[in-house]
């Protein structure tokens, strides 16, 4: 799992810390006032104006493809790169301003509830649904670049390929590339029923909201916020061996900077950055970030000729250098991978792999931020084909020549110092802005969650919740910097990320939400249960465990296999985490690498 968070701070240059949940809690506050009691929007609601908003983006993205013209390379670089897409944005604001009365006159009784709205917050529900129709720009080709620049990040392919064979490691990558493309059209699928121009979709804890209640969006955000600060200390760990690498020189005798100011240098750098207001302008960043990696790959798969770096193995691993290079078809035999024997090693290589494909945690913010969200699926399926291929090629490539000497991450594992500075360099870049974004997203959400509807501080667009945000950036890299430096073993800390929150967003959660999904949209019966828009509410000809019966049997091996998939998740998830805590604990038993010291781990 690499790159960038969600599309909506990408491509609209807008506040990185305005979080959806402040605009879905406001749309939930109009609702209750134009209804003049509290009134909760219903699944069968969500769908209905759903339909809506899916049929009046076919005709504006027909009529976009025809204002626009035909594609050239000249006009895609010049859109790329210049400053707020003027172009696009005034064809899509022609198509949005003509698609108002049609969405009124269809609505019918509700428009009659705008004049309320608009004495609360200034402008009416019109105004407000075609200006968040007029933010979604991006099309499928720029979504290909944000979903790979996310995902990919090949570098402990070729670890993970040691801890577990050729054979079982080609398997399961291809398993976990199938069905993380399973989820993302379980996502998909579930985004386009739900989302809506009067009730827009901006997060992953937004689909568990419609789905279950309030308790699951706290539930999943907590979680998600939890992953993030993870991955946050991930890159500190990682980045501060990188800059202990490139501080020793060429030399292997000298210590060059002490390891824990490596680290404290990586979170420095983030305090900086972390305290700038608005990104503008980083759609673009994304086709550099996904060549950057691929260059990192090759020059990788360049430096194989010198050899693996015995020094690094030896001193995270303590596998001795001299003796031959070995590859097995299958599972290693005891002793011949650097993550412990047997079941435990091959459940740690699974963990990286897990890790690897990490990343629908973002699509619905990706797909928030779309001119045609139908078109998400070519985007996630180029993408998914396009990082399969370099996982299998570079980690079977790089296993070849290293075996069981392959390190992670494998740009730590060039045995030749000028090469491997190029490429720390080269991750340093990528990872500082991951790093950052990453740490915006998870502060958002602590800060919406815990500090803004429980402890009573000010929004985040407010001057005092600005002064807030500054004052906890660094708190936040802090703790992100005392999880990464108490860990012994970057591998163990990436597998347990892997196992524990990576997988459930991937894997588990959108199991869960299908299984809830399609149940209660197959239990709907179109020709007698109807929404009517101008009461806001819904026929139910039965409640219950009779209509919970009838959705599951109108799919039920599809529902079945859901749940399947949901239960497998499960236990993949606790085998993953035993594997990975057990390895630590074995590390912080043993004194083959050390926590809080300036000795580094490699």
Not at 236 to 260: A, K, Y
Not at 374 to 395: C, N, P, R, T, V
Not at 406 to 413: E, T
Request: aromatic content about 14%.
């Amino acid at each position: 799992m690499a790159g960038l968070p969600p599309a909506n701070l990408a491509l609209d240059g807008g506040d990185p810390r305005k979080l959806s949940l402040q605009r879905e809690n406001i749309r939930t506050e109009a609702v209750r006032i134009n209804d003049h009691k509290d009134r909760v929007v219903g699944f069968e609601e969500y769908m209905y104006y759903a339909t809506i908003t899916r049929a009046e983006e076919k005709e504006a993205n027909a009529r976009f493809v025809a204002a626009r013209g035909p594609r050239t390379l000249k006009n895609v670089i010049k859109g790329r790169f210049s400053r707020g897409s003027v172009e696009q944005n005034e064809v899509v604001g022609s198509i949005s301003g003509g698609g108002v009365e049609e969405k009124n006159h269809r609505d019918g009784g509700a428009g009659a509830t705008e004049n309320a709205g608009a004495a609360r917050y200034g402008i009416t529900e019109a105004q407000r649904e075609n200006t968040g129709r007029a933010m979604r720009t991006a099309s499928w080709g720029t979504i290909f670049y944000l979903i790979t620049t996310d995902i990919l990040g090949p570098m402990g392919a070729p670890w993970s390929f040691a801890q577990l064979g050729y054979g079982p490691g080609i398997a399961l990558y291809t398993v976990f590339s199938v069905m993380s493309y399973y989820s993302g059209w379980i996502l998909w699928k579930v985004f386009c029923g739900l989302d809506s121009n009067k009730f827009p979709v901006r997060g992953y804890g937004d689909f568990f909201f419609r789905m279950f209640g309030s308790w699951a969006r706290h539930f999943v955000n907590v979680a998600q916020a939890l992953q993030l600060l993870l991955t946050v200390s991930v890159l500190i760990l990682s980045n501060g061996q990188s800059i202990s690498q490139i501080s020793r020189g060429s030399s292997e005798d000298g210590m060059g900077i002490c390891f824990v100011a490596c680290m404290l240098i990586f979170m420095a750098a983030g305090f900086v950055l972390g305290q700038i207001r608005t990104l503008q302008r980083l759609g673009w960043l994304t086709n550099v970030c996904v060549w950057l990696t691929v260059t990192l790959v090759l020059l990788c798969m360049a430096s194989v000729t010198y050899g693996p770096n015995y020094a690094a193995i030896e001193a995270s691993f303590g596998l001795m250098p001299g003796m031959p290079i070995r590859t097995y078809a299958g599972t290693p035999p005891p002793g011949a991978a650097t993550s412990g024997e047997g079941f435990v090693a091959s459940l740690n290589g699974l963990n990286v792999a897990v890790y690897a494909y990490g990343g629908a945690l973002l699509f619905a913010a990706l797909m928030a931020e779309m001119r045609h969200p139908m078109d998400f699926w070519k985007s996630l399926l180029i993408a998914e084909i396009f990082i399969y291929g370099i996982y299998i090629f570079f980690g079977i490539f790089m296993y070849s020549y290293q075996g069981q000497y392959s390190y992670n991450p494998a740009v730590q594992g060039i045995a030749v110092y000028s090469v491997q500075t190029a490429g720390n360099i080269l991750s340093l870049i990528s990872n500082l802005i991951a790093a950052v974004l990453y740490s915006n997203i998870g502060l958002k959400v602590v800060y919406v969650e815990v500090f803004h509807e429980l402890l009573g501080f000010p929004e985040l667009t407010t001057k005092m919740g600005k002064i807030w945000w500054a004052a906890l950036i660094p708190v936040y890299w802090v703790i992100a910097f005392i999880i990464g430096a108490t860990v012994p073993q970057f591998s163990y800390i990436v597998g347990l990320v892997g196992a524990l929150f990576i997988l459930s967003f991937t894997y588990t959660f959108p199991a869960w939400l299908a299984v809830g999904y399609w149940i209660k949209k197959d239990a709907m019966i179109e020709s007698v249960e109807r929404f009517d828009p101008a009461t806001n509410t819904y026929n139910y000809v039965d409640h219950g465990w009779k209509r919970w019966r009838r959705g599951f049997m109108k799919k039920p091996f599809f529902n079945a296999f859901n749940i399947f998939y949901f239960l497998g998740a499960l236990v993949t998830c606790a085998l993953g985490c035993y594997s990975s805590i057990e390895s630590l604990r074995l590390a912080f038993e043993s004194s083959i690498a050390t926590s809080l010291s300036c000795t580094p781990p490699l």
